[in-house]
T-cell receptor, first 115, second 111 residues
């Protein structure tokens, strides 16, 4: 089956620093990747959709300058949380799709803690 | 504005009970509704529903979609402690490839 990895699985950083999270599709080409954020005991909130080679489309209320998304290849998308603050602490999950939208394969998630 | 709402938000039952989880939606250009189970990490796929009235079944889990009333239910019979998880429904639509997730239902099954 399709496998999606994320790195790192958890990260602790200081307030004001930037953190990069990678999402890779390991055995298929992901034309579209999605980034979600999840607060404890809450559902997934879609942050942005990225298509390989083009700019990401951000959901309403998500700051594009704060959450930089790059989808430079068909197997890699990155999310950079710039100038992180404690309120950015969350669980970030990516998913990848090779075609049909319902075939979204989720990564294992990255837990970010900003101190 | 597209909206996906699940109920109840949380549920505690005893092993052996049957539970019904609800998902209602208001989404333009609806294409499909999906159910996921989330334990520690990423959600795992359960069902995808596109047609009304056709039950999908997998072991003790089953799900059905009503496109007229805009809702779906997920049934779990003879619950086990391993069913404890957050159950998410997501809706996919034709105008984009995005999923919109519902609020989730946290299910706890106690022995």
């Amino acid at each position: 089956g399709a496998v999606v990895s994320q790195h790192p699985s958890w990260v602790i950083c200081k307030s004001g620093t930037s953190v990069k999270i990678e999402c890779r599709s390991l055995d298929f080409q992901a034309t579209t990747m999605f980034w979600y954020r999840q607060f404890p005991k809450q559902s997934l909130m879609l942050m942005a959709t990225s298509n390989e080679g083009s700019k990401a489309t951000y959901e309403q209320g998500v700051e594009k300058d704060k959450f930089l998304i790059n989808h430079a290849s068909l197997t890699l998308s990155t999310l950079t949380v710039t100038s992180a603050h404690p309120e950015d602490s969350s669980f970030y999950i990516c998913s990848a799709s090779g075609g049909a939208a319902y075939e979204q394969y989720f990564g294992p998630g990255t837990r970010l803690t900003v101190t | 504005e597209d909206k996906v709402v699940q109920s109840p938000l949380s549920l505690v039952v005893h092993e052996g009970d049957t539970v019904t989880l609800n998902c209602s939606y208001e989404v333009t250009n609806f294409r499909s509704l999906l159910w996921y189970k989330q334990e520690k990490k990423a959600p795992t796929f359960l069902f995808m529903l596109t047609s009304s009235g056709i039950e999908k079944k997998s072991g003790r889990l089953s799900s059905i979609l009503d496109k007229k009333e805009l809702f779906s239910i997920l049934n779990i019979t003879a619950t086990q402690t391993g069913d404890s998880a957050i159950y998410l429904c997501a809706v996919d639509h034709y105008t984009g490839n995005q999923f919109y997730f519902g609020t989730g239902t946290s299910l706890t099954v106690i022995p």
